[in-house]
């Protein structure tokens, strides 16, 4: 079992950054890629970024996120980041995070593909 908790959501203005936190129990976090979704109201749940496990040091982004969000992980912390810059009101959603053993870099975009989710955390972005 995995429990994640996200934390580092608040209301920014556009053009600023915020860092999420995911903080992760277990002794098998490094086993897990992990990986960030949003949903914004009235949308559905979509991707936003992921990060391989440990060692294996490959990151995939949402076209949308590309060049302004960066993922990165602590093992030794059992965290998972997600430092956003340059936010737009667009990007006003709840994120979530979420584990996964998968390994096929098409699963990641996937929700069922992942075993374990935060309650997540909102991010507000005003113009």
């Known amino acids: 079992q995995v429990q994640l908790v996200e934390s580092g959501g608040g209301l920014v203005q556009a053009g600023g950054s915020l860092r999420l936190s995911c903080a992760a129990s277990g002794r098998t976090f490094s086993r897990y890629a992990m990986g960030w979704f949003r949903q914004a109201p009235g949308k559905e749940r979509e991707f936003v970024a992921v990060?391989?496990?440990?060692?294996?040091?490959?990151?995939y982004y949402a076209d949308s996120v590309k060049g302004r969000f960066t993922i990165s992980r602590d093992n030794a912390k059992n965290t998972v980041y997600l430092q956003m810059n340059s936010l737009k009101p667009e990007d006003t959603a709840v994120y979530y995070c979420?584990?996964?053993?998968?390994?096929?870099?098409?699963?990641?975009?996937?929700?069922?593909?992942?075993?374990?989710w935060g309650q997540g955390t909102q991010v507000t972005v005003s113009s």
């Open positions: 990060i391989r496990t440990s060692g294996i040091s490959t990151y």
């Open positions: 979420a584990a996964t053993r998968a390994y096929t870099r098409s699963d990641y975009y996937t929700q069922a593909a992942y075993d374990y």
